[in-house]
């Protein structure tokens, strides 16, 4: 009969598997060489080891907005790039459409390829990147930002807020345009702000004048009188133009009503004195001028409100009341909209300047976070690394217990009473 209780027994089992599962860990460990750390035991490695790989998915996550920003500026000056290409060709336009000797045909012509550089801008305004998001559209996400309404007119539907992407903690780039500041507002160079699509509008609509330079002849060349002939003003529109009389000019701005143009009579006389100018209404729409100057000439003729399609200030014979001239809007003559299409061109430039600042700063940006994610992978592993030389010494110390135990367990085991009462 042997020596031993339940209770020796249960205990030796309990301490040969407490052994069992340390060797086990530690020979784990030995494998992969990750240490077991233990918020217990390990509390301030535990601690570094959770903040470094919460930065390190915070700065791959950078790296990934600084590939796609890249991407999505790429697209962008493509399009930016497209939209400087129709303007060179819109300039073309309207330069060879300024000569006052074309045909009715010629300026048809004219008129149809200034329509479909319209569109072909309108289709880049609407341009998508590679994941289906609007090019400049901002964060409104709409599908199509701009929309041509029935009447012609290019509307924008998007947001006025460009979207933005973080490609560091600090650093926020841009990913798109709002299509409002890219072509709804180009700055023009007397201060004004305009849209890239009334620009072309107006160049088409110039064509369908005889005279678009918007400066009239010396309209007292035959003799010291003539009459004008304004558009129909229907209920309410403001009319402006400028008189130069000799060496002297003045502007004059007025609003009409009913097509009553008896109030912009009245500012030309209180100016008579510096224009030597008269006038006088002889029908609902026509002014006749009188004066004892060479030279007067008449320019800057802009109208604005209700008024008609084909609406032109007509320069009449004071004796015959027939037409000698046409004098178009300003924003109708050649060299404004020449000069409106250098600025829009120039808009773009610096619209291009932006992106290529903006992909500068998403490389570098990129650059960046990839040396901190190899700095962090390097803090991670010196971490979480295992120390074999320690393991193995503790696994050599484990084995040596366990078989001492196992030898104590045995002889004990083994005896009997007998062998005690001997």
Do not use: C, W
């Not at 929309?147 to 933005?164: A, H, M, R």
């Not at 924003?331 to 992106?355: G, P």
């Not at 600042?357 to 901190?372: G, H, K, P, V």
């Amino acid at each position: 009969m042997t020596i031993g209780t339940t209770r020796f027994f249960s205990t030796n089992t309990e301490l040969f598997s407490k052994l069992n599962d340390e060797l086990k860990l530690l020979q784990s460990q030995a494998g992969s060489g990750q240490a077991d750390l233990k918020l217990s035991q390990n509390y301030r490695d535990v601690s570094k080891l959770n903040a470094a790989e919460e930065k390190k998915s915070e700065t791959s996550q950078f790296i990934q907005n600084s590939k796609r920003v890249q991407t999505d500026l790429e697209a962008l000056d493509l399009a930016m790039d497209r939209l400087q290409d129709l303007l060179v060709r819109l300039q073309e336009v309207a330069v060879e459409s300024s000569s006052d000797i074309l045909s009715s045909e010629e300026r048809a012509l004219f008129k149809s390829e200034a329509k479909t550089l319209k569109s072909e801008i309108l289709a880049v305004a609407n341009r998508k990147d590679s994941f289906g998001n609007s090019l400049f559209g901002g964060v409104s996400g709409v599908e199509k930002p701009f929309e041509l309404s029935t009447n012609g007119t290019v509307d924008y539907v998007g947001s006025v807020i460009s979207k933005k992407i973080k490609v560091s903690n600090n650093i926020s780039v841009l990913q798109n345009f709002s299509g409002s500041e890219v072509f709804d507002n180009i700055p023009g160079s007397g201060g004004e702000l305009f849209s890239v699509f009334s620009l072309i509008d107006d160049l088409a609509a110039s064509l369908d004048s005889d005279l678009n330079s918007g400066i009239s002849s010396n309209i007292f060349m035959t003799n010291q009188r003539a009459v004008l002939e304004f558009p129909d003003a229907g209920p309410e529109t403001k009319v402006s133009f400028s008189l130069t009389a000799d060496d002297k000019t003045v502007s004059f701005s007025q609003t009409i009503y009913g097509n009553d143009y008896i109030a912009l009579v009245d500012q030309i006389n209180q100016n008579s004195e510096k224009t030597g100018v008269t006038a006088s209404l002889i029908g609902p729409n026509q002014i006749s001028l009188v004066g004892d100057v060479d030279l007067l000439q008449i320019k800057d003729f802009t109208l604005t409100g209700t008024r008609s399609e084909d609406a032109k200030l007509n320069v009449l014979n004071f004796e015959t009341m027939e037409t000698v001239e046409k004098i178009s809007f300003k924003s109708l003559n050649y060299n404004d909209i020449s000069l409106k299409i250098t600025d829009a061109f120039e808009h773009f430039s610096t619209k291009r300047a932006e992106i290529s600042s903006a992909s500068r700063t998403a490389q570098a940006s990129e650059s960046d976070n990839l040396d901190l994610l190899v700095d962090l992978e390097k803090s991670i592993s010196e971490i979480s690394e295992a120390d074999l030389a320690q393991i193995l010494t503790r696994i050599e110390l484990l084995m040596t217990q366990k078989e001492a135990a196992q030898a104590t367990f045995t002889r004990i085991s083994s005896k009997s009473l007998f062998d005690f009462l001997a």
